[in-house]
């Protein structure tokens, strides 16, 4: 593992400091996580370990910085303006799920001034306080890495079952959900595993949106500064060609799909 798990570390970072968020940066004017325009928080400390991850300088539960919950909401609601009716505010990571007992007073203040929520997740957890949170979320983004247990073990270092019972437990809820999947050639773009993911899913009434996010290295340059052993560095992007015949795949189970 090129980070080392920090499972003890987990309700420490939820509970403590509770007037106080970690975030590892802030977006304004965010386009691509959730409808128009959106403020979008990237917390700090996630658990899984995904072999292509963009962002592995916020895995460290210990790193980023605090920010008061007051001092976001001000910023949300000064960019207000901006959102219109479609856009808001967007909480994503690392995994915020982390840091859920924080994020629900902070979603109960941008309900009250009128803005809303989009929460992006691996679907880390699911406990009361999650339940909570998802409660007071607008839109879900949930990130289902992999269909196929094993091989979601083998990219994330973690097994899938947590994810895909946060995915029915949004269902049963009846609030809105967008899944995401980000497609690397020789690891998540197998076709019999894509018409697997399709029939798990092709019945959830609250999927409004399937995005696909094909595997790019933009993020290469951050492992190097780490110095982390990055496996997928000669990993290439998918094709045109293959990402339209693997989103036809998706197009078969779902009306709305899109392409990132």
Same mark, same amino acid.
């Given at each position: 593992?090129y980070?080392?798990?920090?499972? #003890?570390?987990? @309700?420490? *970072?939820?509970?403590? &400091? %509770?007037? /106080? !968020?970690?975030?590892?940066?802030?977006?304004?004017?965010?386009?691509?996580?959730?409808?128009?325009?959106?403020?979008v928080?990237?917390?700090?400390?996630?658990?899984f370990?995904?072999l292509?991850?963009?962002?592995?300088?916020?895995?460290?539960?210990?790193?980023?910085?605090?920010?008061?919950?007051?001092?976001?909401?001000?910023?949300?609601?000064?960019?207000?303006l901006?959102?219109?009716?479609?856009?808001?505010?967007t909480?994503s990571?690392?995994e915020?799920?982390?840091?859920?007992?924080?994020?629900?007073?902070?979603?109960e203040?941008?309900?009250?001034?009128?803005?809303?929520?989009?929460?992006?997740?691996?679907?880390?957890?699911?406990?009361? #306080?999650?339940? @909570?949170? *998802?409660?007071?979320? &607008? %839109?879900? /983004? !949930?990130?289902?890495?992999?269909?196929?247990?094993d091989?979601?073990?083998?990219?994330?270092?973690?097994?899938?079952?947590?994810?895909?019972?946060?995915?029915?437990?949004?269902?049963?809820?009846?609030?809105?959900?967008?899944?995401?999947?980000?497609?690397?050639?020789?690891?998540?773009?197998?076709?019999?595993?894509?018409?697997?993911?399709?029939?798990?899913?092709?019945?959830?009434?609250?999927?409004?949106?399937v995005?696909?996010?094909?595997?790019?290295q933009?993020?290469?340059h951050?492992w190097?500064?780490?110095?982390?052993?990055?496996?997928?560095?000669d990993?290439?992007?998918?094709?045109?060609?293959?990402?339209?015949?693997?989103?036809?795949?998706?197009?078969?189970?779902?009306?709305?799909?899109?392409v990132?």
């Amino acid at each position: 593992m090129y980070f080392p798990e920090q499972s #003890q570390h987990d @309700e420490a *970072l939820n509970n403590a &400091d %509770i007037d /106080l !968020l970690r975030i590892h940066s802030l977006e304004t004017f965010g386009t691509h996580d959730g409808p128009g325009i959106r403020m979008v928080i990237f917390v700090q400390g996630c658990q899984f370990r995904c072999l292509y991850c963009q962002n592995p300088d916020t895995l460290d539960v210990h790193g980023g910085s605090f920010i008061p919950i007051d001092e976001l909401v001000q910023k949300a609601i000064n960019q207000k303006l901006f959102f219109a009716e479609t856009g808001g505010v967007t909480v994503s990571g690392g995994e915020p799920l982390l840091q859920r007992a924080k994020l629900i007073p902070f979603f109960e203040k941008l309900h009250l001034n009128g803005i809303s929520t989009c929460l992006d997740s691996n679907g880390r957890v699911l406990d009361e #306080q999650t339940k @909570e949170l *998802l409660d007071k979320t &607008d %839109i879900l /983004l !949930l990130d289902v890495k992999h269909i196929n247990n094993d091989w979601h073990k083998k990219l994330t270092g973690l097994k899938n079952k947590t994810t895909l019972k946060v995915a029915k437990y949004r269902e049963q809820t009846g609030k809105a959900m967008w899944l995401r999947y980000v497609l690397v050639p020789g690891w998540t773009d197998q076709e019999e595993y894509l018409h697997e993911w399709g029939q798990y899913f092709t019945d959830f009434k609250t999927v409004e949106r399937v995005e696909i996010i094909p595997f790019h290295q933009m993020g290469k340059h951050k492992w190097d500064l780490l110095n982390f052993e990055y496996a997928f560095a000669d990993v290439t992007s998918p094709t045109e060609e293959i990402i339209q015949k693997k989103t036809a795949i998706f197009q078969q189970y779902f009306k709305n799909v899109v392409v990132k």
